[in-house]
């Protein structure tokens, strides 16, 4: 293990009593950034764990910037429950109003979870779920910065079903990976 930091890069070495122990990382980072930026590489890749990155709450650090996807989704419904925007039954809501490009794309990415699943477990490949989950981030935070959700008539309910099923991918994704899918940060 190398890790990385304000003062450069130093390769871990119990020999040469150079290390830091697993809880004073914990307690430095956190426990969901240490865990997440564990699980990020292929197992067969040194792992370089970049101590500064995994302090920053900025969308430069991966495990915040899918929790802040899972976080934008969870304030939007509480949003769209209070303007009384939100559906009675989302599993019954006609999808068609959705036609933006990345509404499209995020229906075809959430299709693959279950295999992104399969394989992440099969190979014994955590980092396959982290990639998919950040390609996930990847869509949907462009996308919430540019298409209006609430108050847009019939999209309006199609597009709080799309991310439903987006939170959901979400929070059972992080949850694999034993990280928090926080409704508020």
Do not use: W
Request: a neutral charge.
């Amino acid at each position: 293990v190398t890790l990385k930091g304000a003062e450069g890069i130093e390769k871990m070495s119990t020999r040469a009593g150079r290390f830091l122990r697993l809880k004073d990382l914990v307690d430095e980072v956190g426990r969901d950034a240490t865990r997440y930026f564990m699980v990020m590489r292929k197992p067969e890749s040194h792992l370089v764990f970049d101590f500064e990155l995994a302090k920053k709450q900025s969308l430069e650090n991966p495990v915040y910037y899918v929790q802040y996807a899972h976080t934008r989704i969870a304030s939007v419904f509480r949003e769209a429950e209070a303007r009384g925007d939100m559906p009675e039954d989302l599993l019954s809501v006609d999808l068609t109003p959705l036609t933006e490009p990345e509404e499209l794309l995020l229906i075809r990415e959430l299709d693959r979870f279950p295999d992104v699943v399969r394989k992440a477990a099969y190979d014994f490949a955590p980092h396959l779920l982290c990639e998919y989950l950040e390609a996930l981030a990847g869509i949907f935070h462009p996308y919430y910065a540019r298409v209006r959700i609430l108050g847009q008539g019939a999209a309006t309910p199609a597009r709080l079903a799309l991310l439903a099923g987006l939170k959901l991918v979400l929070f059972r994704g992080l949850s694999l990976l034993g990280v928090r899918a926080p409704e508020q940060m």
